[in-house]
């Protein structure tokens, strides 16, 4: 069923470690507008879809699992080789307690990744449109 190829779509490589920015960039794997999210919005969606958007769905939803791949990649990278007096100095403190330097999804702002984050109606229009305004493309 898949080809995986030991690569990132993009690769990642940085240098820096950077635990303030890991602490911004980390929402986007776990937080409400996250990969997380979106990956799970999508490939639960895809069940009550018409049969000819349901794989869409599919295809999108793993897609969203390789940019959480890639998030995955920059935090990890951002917080690789931290010192403890950066760890502290950059508020990563926190994090540290419960999860060191794991991945663990969560928001910037600490709240931990839940399905609250995305919805499944169950009727098309309404799905679609809640995809649309979690991806950004409504103003």
Not at 84 to 104: N, P, R
Not at 112 to 130: R, V
Request: hydrophobic share 40%; glycine share 8%.
């Amino acid at each position: 069923m898949w080809n995986y190829e030991k690569r990132l779509q993009y690769p990642v490589k940085i240098t820096q470690p950077n635990a303030k920015l890991a602490q911004v960039i980390i929402s986007q794997f776990g937080g409400p507008d996250g990969e997380l999210a979106a990956s799970m919005r999508y490939l639960s969606q895809r069940y009550t879809m018409p049969f000819h958007v349901a794989g869409l769905l599919t295809d999108i939803g793993t897609e969203e699992l390789a940019h959480m791949e890639m998030i995955s990649a920059i935090v990890y990278q951002l917080t690789k080789d931290l010192s403890m007096d950066e760890i502290e100095s950059y508020g990563f403190d926190k994090y540290y307690v419960d999860h060191t330097l794991a991945l663990w999804p969560q928001s910037a702002g600490g709240i931990p990744f839940n399905s609250c984050f995305f919805q499944s109606k169950g009727d098309a229009i309404t799905d679609l449109t809640e995809d649309m305004a979690a991806d950004g493309a409504f103003p």
